[in-house]
C-alpha cells in the first residue's frame, strides 16, 4: 500500500500526463496500418482531384509546364489539409469516448465483422474518400467502376453506396 502513495505522489506532472496518455496512445498505435491507409486515400483523393481539375480546364498532365502548376491554387489544398485535420480530430475524438467512456466495443458492420467504434472511425473516411477517388476518375475519364462493381458487393454495403451522394467539386485541388 506504501508503495502506491510513493508512486503516485512522486509523479511528475509530464509522467501524470504519460500515464493518462497512454490508454489513447495504445488504441491509436493498434489502428496504425487503418490510419496510414486513410492517409494514402486522403493523398491518391488529392492527386485525382487535381488530375481532374486539369482536364476540366483543359490543361495536360505536363509538369514541366508552369501553367500545370499554375493550375493548382493553394486555397484549394488548404483544404484537402483541413479535411485531414477533421478526420484526424474526428478519430481523436471518438478514441477517446471509446477508451475513457464506454470501454472497447465491438460493432457487426458486416456478416461475421466486427469493428470497435474506433475502427469504424477511420472505415468512414475511407469510405468517403474511395467514393471520391472513384467520382474523380469518373469526372476525368466518363467510367465510374465503383457503381458497375455495385452487382458484386454485399447488401449493407449497396445501402452504404445508395446513400453517399456525388459532391459537386473536388476540393483537394
Known sequence: MNSRKYFFSNLTALKKLLLIASPLITVLLSMKQALMGLV??????????????????????????????????????????KKAYEYGLGIIV???????I????????????LFTISELAVVVPSVIEVW????????????NF??????L???????LMSLLKPSSKQDGI
Open 40 to 81: 494514402a486515400l486522403i493523398i491518391i483523393d488529392l492527386i485525382t482531384g487535381i488530375r481532374r481539375n486539369h482536364k476540366e480546364w483543359g490543361i495536360g498532365f505536363k509538369p514541366h509546364k508552369l501553367l500545370f502548376w499554375r493550375a493548382i491554387k493553394s486555397y484549394l489544398l488548404r483544404k484537402t489539409w
Open 94 to 100: 471518438v478514441v477517446i469516448f471509446e477508451t475513457f
Open 102 to 113: 464506454i470501454g472497447s466495443t465491438s460493432v457487426e458492420v458486416l456478416e461475421g465483422k
Open 132 to 143: 471520391s477517388i472513384f467520382e474523380n476518375i469518373e469526372a476525368e475519364t466518363g467510367k
Open 146 to 151: 465503383l457503381k458497375k462493381m455495385n452487382l
Open 153 to 159: 458487393l454485399n447488401g449493407k454495403i449497396k445501402v
